[in-house]
């Protein structure tokens, strides 16, 4: 009663129901796109051309389509790397870092021709997923043992890796035949076979059959229960008994290696060789894909099929439309925060009181 | 100094305040006079603290009537109780710790006194300090002051603000002794150059030299009103406090079983010197902790649940030692805990009623072996605990944080109390609870001790020892002052070692 200068109140809705969130996450994207296109009609873009793109060119057109699944591969792994660490409240921050030690491992077991051949992809992947992992273990062992926030380190880390590319595409792994910074092309055997469609390959069916597996574990396991546990009270999981020390171990873990397997994954599947460009934007993705899921296995992977939608138009836009890359993050963050904002009243709903409160006499 | 003098400093009467429908003080009064030291003593939720915040226009009182120097006025927020002269410092200091001492007292005048800058406000702090012989430097951080320092900033904070009534809230509590008795020969100085003082205390020995009058509060009521210090007696002051209601009642006994929890020299940090907490817990029975907040219990009882490690001393619980044994390990050899806080240490707020329930089980393998989870499994059993402790407004599926008070400690009661149970260690289990689910907390208590457990039941609540309990002890500055059977036990002697500084 003493707070009577606030006028309106949050309260928290007791049951969410089934239909509540579908709907406010589809009215905040719908907010979102008709605030955006009206960004992009005022930068220039003509409002039918805006239909076509976003539509037509990103969903209703092969070409658009396989891009856009070759581009959520990614996204779905690292989408799922935060997400699962999200579960533990560990933000990590480093996704990229983890990218790039997953792509040296990668690498490493392609142009040295390690293992059969029969063998050489999946050697690679598991040792990018490996990569990933140990990039990670150092901050995580800084946060258990001494406390250290794992937001700077695994920031610092990405940093460092990248370093260590940078050193063997200058060095050792340089090009012998161009002399670019970049490493000779991955031999077949260390590729993602195609399907035929666009430059989609198989590695998109590894992504989602890892989201299903993590999916699994997260919502029917243990696992994932403990993980929620612990998530929301550390203090309660570890004085009720649960396993703190090593669900946290786990995931981290699993948190960098799903991103090293990312990394891995780009090499092996569109890039093929290890350039200084493979990570652009990821770690951004990465948060957006798992913070718009909640954290959901599933959610992930739908989130990183609509964000690499997102990007695909954004491309079309760039270069037919000469559209700012300015006007492209906009419009990116508008949609986001539309649909995060909704996600709130998912939760909450505005209660305006009848009339000024009176004080007690 | 009488109570009926002209125009006292403050005086309350007839004051009603409710908390959701509970009342913390009914009827309550207090008359305050200047150039005096006035002591306000009781237990814990007597409404001590309720009533001068009340004064201080922190709460609104639902009915009453408040008068500042004889005229009517009842502030409604601390600022206009402040601009009446009316200032309280509180028990836990309301300062920016990173900010100097000169910087916070620019923060709380706000332009008021001529403070326009770091400077001014330095000036002024030095010409206080100076005037009521507390010294302070003003250029010193917050973060590097001792508690009494900084107990002396806000004094000098409400003192600038134009105090001239100044209650302190608990003020020893914090303090070492020899700080203590210098802050209440300066309460006396006080109140001598004509300001009137407010000590709101549990220890009433201890600030009764430097006291005038006292007025005692028992469960939100006034009991004794400003009755001059020397015409008192300890004991009867005791026996006020504690009320009459004192009257251990047989309770049946199962014959004294084996020792199951044994504590021997327990040792943690914050204790008063002296020997560490001993303490032999017995098959059937229920021994109760008393004591006032803040003495001791969260720490035992961290020791005890495995939190935190013991400075020194053994914990053996049915013969084996767990002094140093995890809190996984204490569960699997009986132990439970109910803690003081069921959402901060107990309970997963946001998770259901059948997640919070499997807690503890899902690791021994009680729903599934893991990886795999058996959730129908889960649900089965949370329906089944849901009708046995009859949680009202319960389903598995229903976010623990929805629950009443009482019935969320009912979960936390069906999780704790399962077939494993020896050893129930009981942190205030019926705190905030209304008088049926109290009664269930108490009668499932009671049952579990009676199949054979035993219970180490620490609260400050004297009515809930006392309902449970065969032996009580008293836990006073992190040790054990006293133990009785309940038999022996008199309001005095407890209200003597509660009060008493040992």
């Known amino acids: ?361 | 100094m009488a109570a009926a003098e002209p125009s006292p400093a403050l005086e309350l009467h007839g004051v009603f305040k409710a908390f959701g429908g509970k009342p913390a003080l009914e009827d309550a009064r207090f008359s305050l006079a200047w150039g005096e030291v006035h002591a306000l003593v009781g237990e814990n939720g007597a409404g001590k603290s309720t009533l001068m915040n009340v004064a201080t226009g922190v709460y609104a009182a639902d009915a009453g009537s408040q008068a500042i120097d004889g005229v009517a006025h009842l502030p409604s927020s601390p600022q206009e109780a402040s601009a009446a002269g009316l200032a309280m410092v509180h028990q836990h200091f309301r300062l920016v710790e990173r900010f100097t001492v000169a910087e916070n007292v620019l923060l709380a005048l706000d332009g008021k006194g001529g403070a326009r800058s770091i400077g001014d406000a330095a000036r002024l702090i030095r010409e206080k300090s100076a005037e009521i012989g507390l010294a302070i430097d003003p250029a010193r951080v917050v973060e590097s002051l001792s508690t009494a320092e900084r107990q002396r900033v806000e004094i000098i904070k409400v003192l600038l603000l134009g105090a001239r009534v100044v209650i302190f809230d608990e003020p020893t509590a914090v303090l070492t002794e020899a700080e203590a008795s210098s802050l209440l020969r300066f309460a006396r100085r006080l109140a001598d150059s004509g300001h009137a003082v407010v000590l709101i205390t549990h220890k009433l020995k201890e600030v009764s030299r430097h006291t005038d009058r006292v007025t005692v509060m028992r469960h939100g009521r006034t009991v004794l009103a400003g009755a001059p210090i020397a015409s008192l007696d300890e004991a009867e002051v005791g026996r006020l406090i504690v009320g009459e209601t004192v009257i251990p009642t047989a309770r049946p006994r199962t014959a004294p079983g084996a020792r199951l929890l044994e504590i021997a020299g327990l040792a943690f940090p914050g204790q008063m010197p002296g020997e560490g907490i001993g303490i032999v817990l017995k098959a059937g029975e229920v021994l109760g902790i008393a004591g006032v907040g803040g003495n001791g219990q969260e720490d035992l009882v961290a020791c005890l649940a495995g939190s935190l490690k013991p400075l020194g001393g053994d914990i053996l619980l049915d013969g084996r030692d767990i002094t140093m044994a995890s809190p996984v390990t204490r569960r699997r050899r009986g132990l439970r805990v109910i803690p003081a806080d069921r959402f901060a240490s107990g309970l997963v707020r946001q998770m259901t009623i059948a997640e919070n329930l499997a807690m503890t089980g899902i690791a021994a393998g009680a729903y599934g072996r893991s990886p795999r989870l058996d959730r129908r499994r889960m649900e089965k059993a949370a329906a089944a605990a849901i009708a046995d402790f009859d949680i009202r407004g319960a389903a598995p599926a229903r976010r623990t944080e929805l629950l009443s008070g009482g019935n969320a400690q009912k979960v936390l009661l069906a999780r704790e109390l399962d077939a494993g149970l020896k050893v129930l260690i009981a942190h205030s289990p019926s705190r905030g609870l209304d008088v049926r689910a109290t009664e269930f907390v108490r009668g499932a208590i009671r049952a579990a001790v009676e199949k054979g457990a035993a219970c180490l039941l620490i609260s400050e609540d004297l009515q809930e020892i006392l309902a449970l309990s065969h032996r009580v002890a008293v836990m006073n500055g992190g040790r054990i002052a006293g133990i009785r059977e309940i038999d022996a036990v008199t309001s005095e002697w407890i209200g003597g070692l509660l009060t008493g500084h040992v």
């Open chain 1, 1 to 361: 009663m003493s707070n009577g200068f606030l006028s309106a109140t949050l309260l928290r809705r007791q049951h969410a129901g089934r239909l509540r969130p579908v709907l406010s996450n589809l009215a905040g994207l719908a907010f979102g796109i008709t605030v955006s296109s009206a960004i992009l009609i005022a930068a220039g873009v003509p409002a039918d051309a805006l239909i076509d793109e976003f539509l037509v060119a990103t969903f209703l057109t092969s070409d658009g389509l396989a891009q856009t699944v070759t581009a959520a591969g990614p996204l779905i792994l690292v989408g799922l790397a935060s997400a699962i660490a999200m579960r533990i409240r560990f933000w990590n921050i480093g996704v990229e870092g983890q990218m790039w030690a997953g792509a040296i491992a990668a690498t490493f077991v392609a142009i040295h021709q390690v293992g059969p051949e029969a063998t050489r992809l999946p050697l690679g992947l598991v040792l990018a997923f490996a990569g990933g992992a140990l990039w990670i273990w150092p901050m995580l062992v800084m946060k258990v043992r001494f406390g250290i926030n794992e937001v700077i380190t695994t920031l610092l880390s990405g940093n460092l890796a990248f370093l260590l590319v940078q050193h063997l595409l200058f060095g050792v792994w340089r090009d012998p035949a161009s002399s670019f910074p970049i490493s000779i092309e991955f031999p077949p055997a260390s590729q993602f076979a195609m399907l035929g469609w666009g430059q989609v390959h198989t590695g998109i069916i590894l992504c989602l059959a890892v989201a299903v597996v993590a999916w699994l574990l997260m919502e029917f396991s243990t696992l994932g229960y403990f993980a929620t546990a612990i998530g929301f009270s550390r203090k309660v999981a570890a004085e009720t008994g649960l396993p703190v020390r090593r669900i946290t171990t786990a995931l981290v873990l699993a948190s960098g290696g799903l991103a090293g397997l990312a990394g891995g994954l780009v090499l092996s599947g569109t890039q093929h060789r290890l350039s200084q460009t493979l990570s652009g934007g990821y770690l951004f993705s990465a948060i957006v894909a798992a913070y718009l899921a909640r954290s959901n296995p599933l959610g992930v992977v739908v989130t990183a099929v609509a964000l690499a939608a997102v990007y695909t138009a954004s491309d079309v836009l760039k270069v037919f439309y000469s559209v700012s890359e300015a006007v492209i993050v906009l419009v990116q963050g508008v949609v986001l925060m539309s649909i995060l904002v909704a996600q709130f009243f998912t939760q909450f709903s505005i209660h305006l009181p009848d009339r000024p409160k009176q004080r007690g006499r």
